[in-house]
């Protein structure tokens, strides 16, 4: 389970790293990169999914031992968060497509979470 608890600390950790490039990106109105309006936007949607309380949780709870049933919880909470964010950047795509990279690291590393996901070898088949 310690590889568990590694990818519950990554995941926080690129949780956090989107929250500060978003409000660094935020407060810089002089930059070109986005528009500010549609940055706004994203750093209200990240508030109201509580993307900070949720990476604080993720390492609070993994920092010494996995705890499963709520690592899934806190995990299928920001999932929702991020399907409206991906959303959102997917309609207004020409000004806020440098976004979609992070969202692409934050989804790889939530959909590994899927209870489903077990890592189990593959079995060879044999064809007569």
Do not use: C
């Amino acid at each position: 389970m310690k590889f568990e608890m590694q990818k519950a600390n990554l995941l926080a950790e690129n949780i956090n790293g989107f929250i500060t490039y978003v409000q660094k990106s935020h407060v810089n109105k002089n930059s070109n990169r986005f528009t500010p309006d549609k940055l706004y936007q994203i750093k209200l949607l990240i508030e109201e999914y509580k993307f900070q309380i949720l990476a604080d949780e993720l390492i609070r709870i993994n920092k010494f031992d996995w705890d499963e049933k709520y690592t899934y919880y806190l995990v299928d909470q920001f999932k929702e968060g991020l399907k409206i964010i991906e959303e959102y950047v997917k309609n207004s795509y020409d000004e806020l497509f440098l976004l979609t990279s992070r969202l692409y690291t934050l989804k790889s590393i939530s959909e590994s979470f899927s209870k489903g996901n077990n890592t189990k070898p593959l079995r060879s088949k044999r064809f007569d």
